[in-house]
């Protein structure tokens, strides 16, 4: 009797927690709801194009249907991925300078990872990418690209850049 209280407390825990967007019960989907208590200026300031800390790759942060996603611009070493390659979707713009739920894609073990990002202030992006739990994870420091069209790709003789509308 006692694991039966226990099983349907968990499972109607998340119903009742504030934090849960991403909670279903009974084989119902998901369902994430983006807060809205921030403003949209607030929300976009994750777009542009960010380098990452070590110059190994570039990327292209935009919104698409209220999340925000990264293509790849620019790649140091072009044998790993695509150009153009989607790896990064699904962020909702959550708090102040915070972005979470979203997914990130590794080229070389070719697998998807959680992740969230936040803003410690306009030009650093910091993204924690982890399985299952934030408190298990890497995070990834981008620097933002300030003039994307006259900025200097390190190393651009050896690369391409991929330029892609919207």
Same mark, same amino acid.
């Given at each position: 009797?006692?694991?039966?209280?226990?099983?349907?407390?968990?499972?109607?825990?998340?119903?009742?927690?504030?934090?849960?967007?991403?909670?279903?019960?009974?084989?119902?989907? #998901?369902?994430?709801?983006?807060?809205?208590?921030?403003?949209?200026?607030? #929300?976009?300031?994750?777009?542009?194009?960010?380098?990452?800390?070590?110059?190994?790759?570039?990327?292209?942060?935009?919104?698409?249907?209220?999340?925000?996603?990264?293509?790849?611009?620019?790649?140091?070493?072009?044998?790993? #991925?695509?150009?153009?390659?989607?790896?990064?979707?699904?962020?909702?713009?959550?708090?102040?300078?915070?972005?979470?739920?979203?997914?990130?894609?590794?080229?070389?073990?070719?697998?998807?990872?959680?992740?969230?990002?936040?803003?410690?202030?306009?030009?650093?992006?910091?993204?924690?990418?982890?399985?299952?739990?934030?408190?298990?994870?890497?995070?990834?420091?981008?620097?933002?690209?300030?003039?994307?069209?006259?900025?200097?790709?390190?190393?651009?003789?050896?690369?391409?850049?991929?330029?892609?509308?919207?």
């Amino acid at each position: 009797m006692k694991a039966l209280i226990l099983l349907g407390w968990l499972l109607l825990c998340p119903i009742f927690s504030a934090g849960a967007q991403n909670t279903h019960l009974a084989g119902q989907p #998901a369902t994430r709801v983006a807060n809205t208590s921030g403003s949209e200026k607030n #929300a976009d300031a994750i777009l542009g194009e960010w380098l990452d800390e070590k110059k190994t790759v570039r990327i292209q942060v935009y919104k698409k249907c209220n999340t925000y996603n990264a293509r790849i611009v620019w790649l140091k070493d072009e044998s790993i #991925a695509r150009l153009g390659s989607h790896v990064l979707e699904g962020l909702l713009y959550t708090q102040k300078n915070s972005w979470e739920e979203g997914r990130i894609f590794y080229p070389r073990t070719n697998s998807w990872y959680d992740c969230r990002c936040t803003l410690h202030n306009p030009s650093i992006m910091k993204v924690r990418v982890y399985i299952g739990t934030p408190l298990l994870g890497k995070t990834i420091e981008f620097n933002r690209i300030e003039n994307p069209a006259k900025e200097t790709i390190p190393n651009e003789t050896h690369s391409t850049r991929f330029v892609a509308s919207h």
